[in-house]
């Protein structure tokens, strides 16, 4: 994805300082990291292979997604890693992990989702909420500190398109 131009990386269910170091490593290139080098389209198919390179380490957004108690009880050594930008909470996995799938109101999922915004904070690291809630969720995770903010997906773009032209159709098609 990065060769292809990404400029931001979200690492899925990092739970360890190792998982987190590996997961930063993988974005960037030596010495830093371990990034195998083959930047085609972010290097402008090759015609800006230098600039790309000299600014690339310091530019791609590394983003861990805490999706597991394992990650929440080991947060600060995850975000004390050198190179993560952002902390992204992975609530469904997280209640499922806590043994409460899909209860995001639990206060074990509430306390770990508290708890990883407020170490991020502490790093004055931008923190996030990894799906999207209803409003009055969204604004009470936005008041806790969850700054980096997520307003829609794919398929909820997708899905509420397709159920506008469906509406519509029907109207034309009925007459009404």
């Given at each position: 994805a990065l060769d292809m131009g990404a400029e931001g990386i979200l690492i899925p269910m990092v739970s360890s300082p190792a998982e987190a170091?590996?997961?930063?490593?993988?974005?960037?290139?030596?010495?830093?990291?371990?990034?195998?080098?083959?930047?085609?389209?972010?290097?402008?198919y090759n015609t800006d292979t230098d600039a790309y390179v000299a600014q690339a380490n310091s530019s791609v957004i590394v983003i861990v997604q805490i999706e597991h108690v394992n990650g929440v009880a080991d947060i600060d050594g995850i975000l004390d890693t050198p190179g993560i930008d952002v902390a992204c909470l992975g609530p469904t996995d997280l209640s499922g992990s806590a043994g409460v799938l899909r209860q995001f109101n639990h206060p074990t999922v509430v306390d770990g989702m508290t708890r990883v915004i407020q170490a991020a904070r502490a790093r004055q690291m931008p923190a996030s909420i990894g799906i999207v809630f209803a409003d009055?969720?969204?604004?009470?995770?936005?008041?806790?500190g969850a700054n980096f903010?997520?307003?829609?997906?794919d398929v909820g773009l997708l899905?509420?398109?397709?159920?506008?032209?469906?509406?519509?159709?029907?109207?034309?098609t009925s007459g009404k």
């Open positions: 170091r590996t997961a930063v490593s993988a974005c960037k290139y030596p010495p830093e990291g371990t990034r195998g080098f083959g930047p085609r389209r972010a290097s402008k009055a969720e969204m604004q009470k995770w936005h008041s806790a903010v997520f307003c829609c997906d899905a509420g398109g397709a159920k506008k032209v469906i509406a519509n159709m029907r109207q034309l």
